[in-house]
């Protein structure tokens, strides 16, 4: 079984930054599509950022682009970073990490592998 523990968030003042990391942990391999998701109180999930297995390829949500950047690191068991700059109190959320999805050309389809999420606070 894969377990993905999300770390790095807190409150943060618009403007500032902050990066998450999720460390998957029990049944870990090292080719497999990751990604990051985050659900705002009355809103649906929304997808922010994904990499592909090797991190040759990644995708990222068009209101973070140029503020965002997701990475990884194979050598530390495949923990992802999403590193977030210029942080936007829109952007306040529980933000989750998600494990072996679909990493097509053009998106990113969840797997059955998430994290317990950790919050992410933006103030004006």
Not at 32 to 37: I, L, P, V
Not at 100 to 111: C, L, S
Request: glycine residues 12%; hydrophobic residues 30%.
């Amino acid at each position: 079984q894969l377990q993905l523990v999300e770390s790095g968030g807190g409150l943060v003042q618009a403007g500032g930054s902050l990066t998450l990391s999720c460390a998957p942990s029990g049944r870990t391999r090292s080719n497999y599509n990751m990604a990051w998701f985050r659900l705002a109180p009355g809103k649906e999930r929304e997808f922010v950022a994904a990499i592909n297995y090797n991190g040759g390829s990644t995708h990222l949500e068009e209101s973070v682009k140029g503020r965002f950047n997701i990475a990884r690191d194979n050598a530390k068991k495949n923990t992802v970073y999403l590193q977030m700059n210029n942080l936007k109190p829109e952007d306040t959320a529980t933000y989750y990490c998600n494990a072996e999805g679909v990493f097509t050309a053009v998106d990113y389809r969840p797997g059955a592998y998430w994290g317990q999420g950790t919050q992410v606070t933006v103030s004006s």
